[in-house]
């Protein structure tokens, strides 16, 4: 038998490193996010499509704006890959999450 096939792979449980690339990728896609959040929050209108039914949905006024507010706090969770460590992250995104479900789901709730 080969010795250098029983031999463990060095840095094997080490955590790889995620790439600027990636980081900046992820970035653009927060910036789109924002800047569609904006766009709802400026023309007071939601226009969407429910994912089960296909049937259409219209927000205006204030539900319109809390939804937008919704969608930039989701753009902001792939910023989390930009965190110093894991535990960082995964709380900011957890957050991130909790309140963009909160205040996506509160124009059902409000009226």
Request: with cysteine; charged share 10%; proline share 4%.
């Amino acid at each position: 038998m080969n010795k250098s096939s029983l031999t463990p792979i060095k840095n094997m449980n080490e955590p790889k490193k995620i790439t600027t690339s990636v980081k900046w990728l992820t970035a653009g896609m927060s910036a789109l996010m924002l800047a569609y959040g904006i766009f709802i929050i400026a023309n007071e209108h939601y226009y969407g499509y429910s994912s089960k039914t296909g049937a259409e949905v219209n927000a205006d006024g204030s539900d319109a704006v809390l939804i937008g507010i919704s969608f930039i706090i989701f753009g902001l969770i792939p910023m989390s890959l930009w965190a110093k460590s894991a535990k960082a992250a995964g709380f900011f995104a957890g957050i991130c999450m909790i309140l963009g479900i909160i205040l996506f789901l509160a124009p059902a709730y409000m009226h």
